[in-house]
Nanobody, 118 residues
């Protein structure tokens, strides 16, 4: 079982930046997709960003052009660079790593709080 530990959340003013990290306890092998989700208070968990095995990325419309998902294979860490933050970006951010098919797995982190407040 792989543990995912997120960090990098905090309190930031609108327009500011944060970089979230999601460190895996063991080497991630043959993943299918990596994701970052956001859950605002009272809301469902929404998909924010996806990194596919081939390197392509997808973003929610609300974060396009502001957020960037990446994976550092050497560090075994998934990142979410968040720029031009807005109050509506506030929430708990979770990373998720999935392998489909043979040897399937579905790992989640514990979440990290991001608060964007004037």
């Amino acid at each position: 079982q792989v543990q995912l530990v997120e960090s990098g959340g905090g309190l930031v003013k609108p327009g500011g930046s944060l970089r979230l990290s999601c460190a895996a306890s063991r080497r991630i092998i043959n993943f299918s997709t990596m994701h970052w989700y956001r859950q605002a208070p009272g809301n469902q968990r929404d998909l924010v960003a996806t990194l596919n095995k081939g390197g392509s990325t997808l973003y929610a419309d609300s974060v396009k052009g502001r957020f960037t998902i990446s994976f550092d294979n050497a560090e075994n860490t998934v990142y979410l660079q968040m720029n031009s933050l807005k109050p509506e970006d506030t929430g708990v951010y979770y990373c998720n790593i999935i392998r489909r098919g043979f040897g399937a797995y579905n790992y989640w982190g514990q979440g990290t709080q991001v608060t964007v407040l004037s």
